[in-house]
């Protein structure tokens, strides 16, 4: 996909815009959890995700590959969506992204503010991918794709800033969506020559990519029903499969329940607020509280995007 050079280029381009973002150690979930817990916040960007990373990385390189481009095309379920016109800002680079009927209220609000048409249709994000698809065509936009190596290098920057700043982590955790976030770390722990166990995160309900792991070939499923929507996925990339199946430990299926309490565990050990595919790796962790005790574990708080109306509901429930 990439090589070192390759990601610390990307690295100082993040860096540009952004400061890295902390990896924090917190006693409180250690206590809960019954091992060293770090987790990397990626809810302290500038869009409240890690894709602003990826925005910047795909954005930079299709301007150099391709200068003539004025318009380009998405589908999302929000962050993926606010990356895009987030780095394409001062770029006179028109953004027109795709969403499904009934996605966040907050996040739609959040796109349109960095600048992107949105677009409604669909009931949900593969049907939006599909007709971001149509709108390439229709419109002559460029296609900006759910998983692309642009995309997968801008994510590992976050791995780079990790790995290299916690030593001999045993494991991380990380939700996966289309793929960007899990393919980006496991290439840096390969670039880096570090052993560090990758676990995949998904919901029971979008559960295609642990399928797919565990048939050996890509399986899609019929629905996607999570309120942790950066995971609601029910066609994998076959690219992003790959490197799945080939460097991750294994994939762990998580529950709504499971993802809403861990929510909680966050705001209550750590003050953070996380959205649910943001909370999405430390549910795993809680889950396989047994088997990581006394080891070093890293979670990836990939976002903090969640609408007021469900984070209380999720925090009321406790």
């Not at 936009?141 to 759910?146: G, V």
């Not at 996925?233 to 998580?254: K, L, M, N, S």
């Not at 890293?298 to 469900?310: K, Q, S």
Request: contains cysteine; proline residues 4%.
């Amino acid at each position: 996909m990439f090589d070192l050079t390759a990601l610390e280029d990307a690295a100082r381009l993040v860096h540009a815009t952004m400061p890295p973002t902390p990896q924090l150690a917190w006693p409180l979930l250690a206590a809960r959890a019954g091992c060293e817990v770090w987790v990397k916040h990626e809810n302290h960007t500038p869009i409240g995700a890690y894709k602003a990373r990826n925005g910047l990385v795909f954005i930079d390189a299709l301007r150099r590959r391709r200068p003539d481009v004025r318009g380009i095309v998405t589908a999302t379920r929000g962050n993926h969506g606010q990356s895009l016109p987030f780095a394409a800002r001062g770029t006179g680079l028109a953004v027109t992204v795709v969403v499904p009927h009934g996605n966040s209220v907050e996040k739609n609000a959040a796109m349109r503010a960095f600048g992107a048409e949105l677009v409604e249709h669909g009931r949900d994000f593969d049907e939006a991918y599909a007709h971001a698809r149509h709108l390439s065509g229709e419109r002559g936009l460029e296609m900006a794709p759910a998983f692309h190596p642009d995309l997968a290098r801008g994510a590992a920057t976050y791995a780079l800033e990790l790995f290299r700043a916690v030593a001999d982590l045993d494991t991380v955790y990380v939700p996966i969506g289309m793929g960007s976030g899990i393919s980006g770390l496991i290439r840096t722990r390969d670039l880096l020559g570090l052993r560090t166990r990758i676990v995949g995160v998904v919901s029971t309900e979008a559960p295609a990519m642990a399928l797919s792991f565990e048939a050996g070939r890509v399986v899609t499923t019929e629905t996607a029903r999570t309120f942790a929507d950066g995971m609601a996925c029910r066609v994998p990339d076959p690219e992003a499969f790959a490197v799945v199946r080939a460097g991750a430990e294994r994939i762990v299926r998580v529950t709504d329940d499971e993802v809403a309490a861990a929510l909680r565990a966050y705001w209550t050990d750590t003050h953070n607020l996380a959205e649910g595919a943001g909370a999405a790796a430390l549910a795993a962790l809680l889950q396989e509280r047994g088997r990581m005790q006394g080891r070093r574990v890293g979670l990836i708080l990939t976002g903090g995007n969640i609408d007021l109306a469900v984070a209380r509901g999720v925090l009321a429930e406790g």
